[in-house]
């Protein structure tokens, strides 16, 4: 399914983060190095840097309507940045900790921690209202969507409503590793499959289990054709199609980039998927 069309360099260091662009056929990357680059599918290798942060960047989001980049630095915290002026905008201090993931949505920042919480950050007062204990040592999975949050812990998954406050327990056996929301459905990987999750009957709809144990990083849907890709801590990623009450495998592709990926992301109406690499190089996949 997936075909090595070419690697972007430009990166002094491991690529940790991938965002969309402005446009289907642009994206962002972090690296460990401090560096933001925007990059353009019809240019490869004239990556055009954005800012220089220093210190490590675990994680980064674009948001179009504002055109804002946010980006997490380990030990420092979030900096807010105008993606037209390449100038930072806000920083909101966070030390002490390193980050996992950050996701944006009208009205909050959600960011997770080495430490196990999830920071729901108000996006107009910059100020961190809550933070939601995973029982984690890690930094929580999660997916959000409108007004609730979906996060692992050490029981398994919360459902947080942010509007009420009112927290509930998903009656899921298995310890999530990546999730995904996509309408009234949850994606749910974990080391014993791939599970959808219905949330207005609260049961798992369909499943496709792994033969052996496999350990998920991330999960990409193509939520036009319901098509989802799985990317394993061994570099295999591995496509799904998600009918009614079924999920077919459709394709497994294991990607060569000497060295583990950090991120992938689906971009240009799904035809190209794009890898984050340790080894300093930013994998382009043409999808057949």
Same mark, same amino acid.
């Given at each position: 399914?997936?075909?090595? %069309?070419?690697?972007?360099?430009? *990166? ?10 402005? %446009? ?20 490869? @290798? ?41 100038? $930072? ?13 950050? /996701?944006?949505?009208?009205?909050? $920042?959600?960011?997770?921690? +080495?430490?196990? /919480? ?14 939601? &204990? ?10 959000? &969507? ?12 919360? +459902? ?20 995904? $929301? ?7 990987? %974990? ?5 959808? =999750? ?16 496999? &350990? ?5 849907? @193509? ?8 990317? %394993?801590?061994?570099?295999? $990623? ?15 592709? +294991?990607?060569? *980039? @000497? ?9 240009? @109406? ?14 382009? =996949? +043409?999808?057949?």
């Amino acid at each position: 399914m997936l075909q090595l %069309s070419s690697y972007f360099e430009g *990166h002094r260091g491991a690529i940790t983060s991938l965002t969309k662009g402005n %446009s289907e056929h642009s994206f962002y990357s972090a690296g460990i190095e401090g560096l933001i680059v925007y990059w353009n599918l019809a240019k490869p @290798n004239e990556g055009e840097v954005v800012i220089k942060l220093r210190g490590l960047i675990a994680t980064i989001k674009y948001e179009p309507v504002s055109n804002t980049l946010y980006a997490a630095v380990n030990h420092k915290g979030l900096f807010i940045i105008d993606a037209k002026s390449r100038v $930072i905008l806000e920083t909101i201090e966070i030390p002490a900790t390193s980050f996992g993931k950050i /996701e944006v949505s009208k009205n909050y $920042i959600f960011l997770s921690t +080495q430490i196990g /919480e999830l920071l729901l950050i108000d996006k107009k007062m910059l100020i961190i209202k809550e933070r939601i &204990e995973s029982g984690l040592k890690k930094p929580p999975t999660f997916s959000t &969507e409108k007004d609730k949050v979906y996060y692992s812990t050490n029981q398994g998954i919360n +459902q947080l409503d942010i509007n009420t406050k009112v927290k509930k327990s998903l009656n899921f056996s298995w310890k999530p590793s990546s999730l995904k $929301i996509y309408d009234d459905r949850l994606l749910i990987a %974990s080391s014993k499959g791939l599970y959808v =999750w219905n949330t207005p009957k609260s049961k798992v709809e369909t499943e496709s289990l792994w033969k052996d144990d496999v &350990e998920i990083k991330e999960i990409c849907i @193509n939520s036009t054709e319901l098509i989802v890709l799985t990317l %394993s801590k061994s570099n295999v $990623i591995t496509a799904y199609r998600i009918e009614k009450n079924k999920i077919i495998r459709l394709d497994t592709t +294991q990607i060569e *980039h @000497n060295g583990r990926i950090n991120d992938i992301l689906w971009i240009e @109406n799904y035809k190209f998927v794009i890898t984050a690499g340790a080894n300093k190089k930013i994998g382009v =996949w +043409q999808v057949n």
